[in-house]
């Protein structure tokens, strides 16, 4: 079982910035960003891999969020510039990657997730 922690969420301003951190107990290939609003559902926002210096984004956030690994740390960041009010949710930090990086239903391992609010 993996275990792991996000870490760095808050309340800031609109145009501010956060940076989230999820330390996983072991080496995972895949891991991931999602975010759940009130009354939505949980949506991606990053994924990467552990081995290549490309991670993708969800188009809301690209431009804006940046994601890395530091993969001596088994630790993943999620830095967010210029945040909106949009952007406010429960970020939760994934891995053990079964389908496509996008997908909910395609991590087996969850966190407890991290709330960031955004006020306008």
């Known amino acids: 079982q993996v275990q792991l922690v996000e870490s760095g969420g808050g309340s800031v301003q609109a145009g501010g910035s956060l940076r989230l951190s999820c330390a996983a107990s072991?080496?995972?290939?895949?891991m991931a960003w999602f975010r759940e609003a009130p009354g939505k559902e949980r949506e991606a926002v990053a994924a990467?891999?552990?081995?290549?210096?490309?991670?993708s984004y969800a188009e809301t956030v690209k431009g804006r969020f940046t994601m890395s690994r530091d993969n001596a740390l088994n630790t993943a960041y999620l830095q967010m510039n210029a945040l909106t009010p949009d952007d406010t949710g429960r970020y939760y930090c994934?891995?053990?990657?079964?389908?496509?990086?996008?997908?909910?239903?395609?991590?087996?391992?969850w966190g407890q997730g991290t709330q960031v609010t955004v006020s306008s």
């Open positions: 072991s080496s995972e290939f895949w």
């Open positions: 994934a891995a053990g990657l079964l389908g496509p990086w996008n997908e909910r239903e395609g991590y087996k391992y």
């Open positions: 990467a891999f552990r081995d290549t210096g490309n991670p």
